[in-house]
């Protein structure tokens, strides 16, 4: 029998079950660094301020957190709208193959489109061959950009 999985927007109560999906990603990628406050912090302030950001996720029936992605607005000249910046898309590994990360993320672009979000954009590590051809499977282009980061 299939787990019946229930996706909502998270709430404060859930920053540490949030915290610890964010580890288990961040321990794959090169440029982020497991941190439990600051990952705890950085999701209260998102959760905190929900009319420029969500964070949606997805949890079991009996409330275990199996998965969660976040996405939050900005203004693109380019489209002359807002735009949607993705981040933290992860769901547990035993729970990966049954459709949860593609309505997740379905449920993160409907949040954006109904905030006047007409564009969606997300980093993928560049090792991270897995991640990269579930974005492109799901209709997701590469672009000609490069990301860049300067600590402030």
């Given amino acids: 029998?299939?787990?019946v999985i229930s996706i909502r927007d998270?709430?404060?109560k859930d920053a540490a079950q949030l915290a610890n999906l964010l580890h288990a990603l961040f321990s794959i990628e090169a440029d982020f660094k497991p941190d439990m406050e600051k990952q705890k912090a950085g999701l209260s302030m998102l959760i905190s301020q929900p009319e420029h950001g969500?964070?949606?996720a997805a949890f079991t029936e009996d409330g275990k957190l199996i998965?969660?992605?976040s996405a939050q607005l900005v203004i693109s000249t380019a489209q002359g709208?807002?735009?949607a910046w993705v981040e933290d898309m992860v769901v547990h590994a035993e729970f990966r193959q049954q459709g949860i990360g593609k309505k997740l993320l379905q449920s993160a672009?409907?949040?954006a489109k109904e905030k006047g979000a007409t564009r969606a954009q997300l980093l993928v590590d560049i090792e991270n061959e897995p991640a990269i051809g579930y974005y492109r499977h799901l209709g997701w282009e590469s672009t000609q950009l490069n990301a860049r980061r300067l600590f402030l």
């Fill in 1 to 3: 029998m299939d787990t």
């Fill in 10 to 12: 998270a709430q404060e």
């Fill in 54 to 56: 969500v964070i949606k």
């Fill in 67 to 69: 998965g969660m992605v």
């Fill in 81 to 83: 709208a807002r735009s």
């Fill in 109 to 111: 672009l409907d949040w």
